[in-house]
């Protein structure tokens, strides 16, 4: 079973937490890390992929997900012996590589926190120790208000292992979303293989991808059905 960094890296908690580096990657955890950022105040450390300079500088490193950016930031905080706190950790993306890159940050953390139990009890069942439950940061945010159903916001996230057909995969979406009869938003995809198909899928029956702020995406899911 695989070990927790502790045992292999030395990446042990000892000492204050003068200052705890968070790596961002995306709009994706830049929102969710958001209560997090709040609540530590001036003991945050915020690091934009990939500018990690003041990884050297932090007592503790905090990476979120299963990016593989992510993945290369905690390699990095593991040749620096810095202990690696591990968020949404235990779960399962099928069919991406995301999933894989999950599984080598779970390798290299000191304490692994879960959104939910049969995560933590994953985690677990692997050997890990320090495994947390304590929920989805920035969850709650999107659950203050009620939802009313004026668009589709569309977020494509194809299969990236082994060799799928994404261009398939984009016109089977785009005429399943076409016949709903509502207004569409296409939010960009990420810089994973497949993304010109995806962006010639969907702009070849007139629609363009957007990128949005955090709040500009929250607002969005509040009126999306």
Same mark, same amino acid.
């Given at each position: 079973?695989?070990?927790?960094?502790?045992?292999?890296? *030395?990446?042990?908690?000892?000492?204050?937490?003068?200052?705890?580096?968070?790596?961002?990657?995306?709009?994706?955890?830049?929102?969710?890390?958001?209560?997090?950022? +709040?609540?530590?105040?001036? !003991?945050?450390?915020v690091m934009p992929w990939p500018d990690l300079k003041g990884i050297s500088t932090c007592d503790l490193i905090v990476i979120f997900g299963d990016r593989?950016?992510?993945?290369?930031? #905690?390699?990095?905080?593991?040749?620096?012996?810095?202990?690696?706190?591990?968020?949404?950790?235990?779960? +399962? +993306?099928?069919?991406?590589?995301?999933? !894989?890159?999950?599984?080598?940050?779970?390798?290299?953390?000191?304490? %692994?926190?879960? #959104?939910?139990?049969?995560y933590a009890a994953k985690l677990r069942a692997q050997g890990y120790a320090r495994?947390?439950? @304590?929920?989805?940061?920035? @969850?709650?945010?999107?659950?203050?208000?009620?939802?009313? !159903?004026?668009?589709?916001?569309?977020?494509? %996230?194809?299969?990236?292992?082994?060799?799928?057909?994404? #261009?398939?995969? +984009?016109?089977?979406?785009?005429?399943?979303?076409?016949?709903? *009869? !509502?207004?569409?938003?296409?939010?960009?995809?990420?810089?994973?293989?497949?993304?010109?198909?995806?962006?010639?899928?969907?702009?070849?029956?007139?629609?363009?991808?957007?990128?949005?702020?955090?709040?500009?995406?929250?607002?969005?899911?509040?009126?999306?059905?």
């Amino acid at each position: 079973m695989p070990p927790s960094a502790p045992q292999c890296y *030395g990446g042990v908690l000892s000492g204050p937490l003068r200052r705890i580096g968070i790596v961002s990657v995306a709009r994706s955890d830049w929102g969710p890390l958001q209560p997090l950022i +709040t609540a530590l105040g001036e !003991q945050a450390w915020v690091m934009p992929w990939p500018d990690l300079k003041g990884i050297s500088t932090c007592d503790l490193i905090v990476i979120f997900g299963d990016r593989w950016e992510m993945a290369a930031a #905690a390699s990095h905080a593991i040749g620096r012996c810095l202990p690696i706190v591990h968020l949404h950790a235990g779960e +399962t +993306t099928e069919a991406v590589i995301d999933d !894989q890159c999950r599984a080598a940050i779970s390798a290299m953390a000191t304490i %692994h926190v879960a #959104a939910a139990e049969p995560y933590a009890a994953k985690l677990r069942a692997q050997g890990y120790a320090r495994v947390y439950c @304590l929920g989805a940061p920035g @969850l709650a945010r999107l659950l203050e208000d009620p939802i009313p !159903q004026d668009l589709i916001l569309v977020a494509f %996230h194809p299969e990236t292992r082994g060799n799928p057909d994404i #261009a398939g995969q +984009t016109e089977a979406l785009m005429l399943a979303t076409l016949g709903m *009869g !509502q207004r569409l938003v296409f939010t960009a995809p990420g810089m994973d293989c497949g993304r010109d198909a995806i962006v010639l899928g969907v702009e070849r029956y007139g629609y363009k991808f957007l990128n949005f702020s955090d709040e500009e995406w929250v607002g969005l899911l509040a009126q999306a059905a």
